[in-house]
């Protein structure tokens, strides 16, 4: 069965500072990954996915993540942070095969952002 | 931008009773989700909808719950009979799945359900 932890339930940066929260994934196949974003108040905003290719994936609001098959990892990245990435981030992961819709979610990382 | 919307935000009902929580997915989408999120947990797979019937289901969805695509545009999660372990926040997602390849989930904003 497939499952996904994020490390880190909370995380405080500064402003401008660089981020990275951790998630690893354990799957028997090839992984789809997502990287969800929650916001408080609101619902699931898909920032970035990976399903085949070049393992750094570009997402939205300046977000990347980077597959990497040998450590069953998929780590989000952003060089500098602003106040509005406060929010609640979800790693999850697609099986393959003839259940690709199910999605299994991590446990999810409170970004707390200081000025 | 197409978004799936749901309705009511917040639904609040007693113990026994009936709710139906609506959701309208994106209108070209052919997969049709429900998840939960209870409160301090993470988001868990309930069930997964395709061509009018149920693709997938998760152990949570036992003979309490049900799903129904009544129209062309809504996408319904019924819960017969209430418990106070059902409340939770419950996400709709619909997706595309172009081609039977690997898919995009996107989700509304969610209904949260209390149950007293």
């Known amino acids: 069965a497939q499952s996904v932890t994020q490390p880190d339930i909370h995380i405080t940066v500064s402003e401008g500072a660089s981020l990275e929260l951790r998630c690893n994934y354990s799957?028997?196949?090839?992984?789809?990954l997502f990287w969800y974003v929650q916001s408080p108040g609101q619902g699931l905003q898909l920032l970035l996915k990976y399903f085949s290719g070049d393992t750094l994936v570009q997402g939205i609001k300046g977000f990347e993540a980077e597959f990497k098959r040998s450590q069953s990892s998929f780590n989000l990245r952003k060089p500098s942070v602003h106040w509005s990435d406060a929010a609640e981030y979800f790693c999850?992961?697609?099986?393959?095969?003839?259940?690709?819709?199910?999605?299994?979610f991590g446990q999810g990382t409170i970004l707390t952002v200081h000025p | 931008e197409p978004e799936v919307t749901q309705t009511p935000s917040h639904q609040v009902t007693q113990m026994g009773q009936e709710v139906i929580l609506r959701c309208v997915p994106i209108s070209n989408h052919l997969y049709f989700y429900w998840y939960r999120q209870i409160l301090g947990q993470k988001v868990e797979f309930l069930v997964s909808?395709?061509?009018?019937?149920?693709?997938?289901k998760s152990e949570i969805f036992d003979d309490q719950f049900s799903v129904e695509r009544p129209d062309g545009s809504n996408f319904t999660l019924k819960i017969r009979s209430t418990k106070l372990e059902d409340s939770a926040m419950y996400f709709c997602?619909?997706?595309?799945?172009?081609?039977?390849?690997?898919?995009?989930?996107?989700f509304g904003p969610g209904t949260r359900l209390t149950v007293l």
């Open positions: 997602a619909s997706g595309i799945l172009a081609g039977g390849g690997p898919d995009t989930q996107y």
């Open positions: 799957y028997g196949a090839t992984p789809y």
């Open positions: 999850a992961v697609g099986a393959g095969g003839t259940s690709y819709g199910k999605l299994t």
């Open positions: 909808f395709y061509n009018n019937e149920i693709s997938e």
